[in-house]
Structure formats: C-alpha cells, structure tokens
C-alpha cells in the first residue's frame, strides 16, 4: 500500500498578554501554516491527485482540524483549571494510506504540542489534559484510528 505522510503547523495566536488566566482572558485565534505552502489557505487536491502543491488539501485540513480542535479545548480545560498557557504551537503528523482502488484512510495522528505554562506546580496536571481534550475534541471522537499525543510543556 502507498502511504501519504501531512505535516500541519496551527499556532495559537490568541495570547491577549495574560494567557489563560481565566476562561475570558484569551481570545481563540490561532494559524493553520505547513512547509512549503502559503500563509494564506486556499484549498486543492494532494499534488499526488493532480493538485497543486502550494495550496492546502482536504488531508492537510483535516490534520489541522484535528489540531486546531485538540488544542482549544486544551486551552479551555487549562483555564477552568488556572493553568495560565503562554504559548502552544502543534506541529502536528498524519499518515493517510493509499488503497490499490485508489481510495484510502488515515492510519494515524500524532499531535506534537509545545506548550509554555506559567506555573512548574501545574506541570503534571498540564500533561494529564492532553488525555481529557482528546476525549472531548469533536474531530478526534469521529475518527477510526488512534490519535497519539507528544506534548512538549515548558515553564516561562
């Protein structure tokens, strides 16, 4: 079988100068960006389907849906739990295996998170709401593969 191998980049952007500090303190905008493509989304096939390779596709999207969704509701779980978050940038990896037909699936998803938090107490809770986002992501509970999660948390 042919695998097919996404990187997607989201950044949050939302930090409003006091992180995650309470539920209102942040606003939820964040970047979808990968190598090689332009900061702007405009949407294509996999260049392996005759798409255009400068522009996102429905993999690459979808990669990012699964991230963008994982890591808001991390930073909500962080700030019901006054966790104040700094930053967190996912440099998220999926693998999408092609069928002889033509047709395919993604086998799997890492997310790769790096997380900055306020507070080195709140380090062990901070690792442990990567397993509760990931039981409440939208995306994530409409999938039929495992997703793995490598999360990188630092203190600042």
Not at 42 to 50: V, Y
Request: hydrophobic share 30%; with cysteine.
């Amino acid at each position: 079988m042919k695998k097919h191998n996404y990187e997607i980049i989201v950044s949050w952007t939302g930090n409003e100068g006091s992180g995650t500090q309470n539920y209102t303190s942040y606003n939820r905008n964040h970047t979808i960006t990968a190598n090689h493509k332009y900061g702007e989304i405009k949407g294509s096939s996999d260049p392996s389907f005759l798409g255009d390779k400068t522009k996102y596709n429905p993999e690459d999207l979808f990669l990012s849906s699964l991230s963008s969704c994982h890591m808001l509701w991390y930073l909500h779980l962080c700030s019901t739990h006054k966790i104040v978050v700094n930053s967190y940038v996912d440099n998220a990896i999926g693998t999408m295996e092609e069928t002889k037909d033509g047709s395919g699936k993604f086998t799997g998803v890492t997310l790769q998170p790096k997380v900055t938090i306020t507070d080195a107490k709140m380090l062990e809770k901070a690792n442990e709401l990567h397993k509760q986002a990931n039981k409440m992501c939208f995306i994530a509970n409409s999938c039929n593969f495992k997703i793995d999660h490598k999360p990188n948390i630092t203190v600042s």
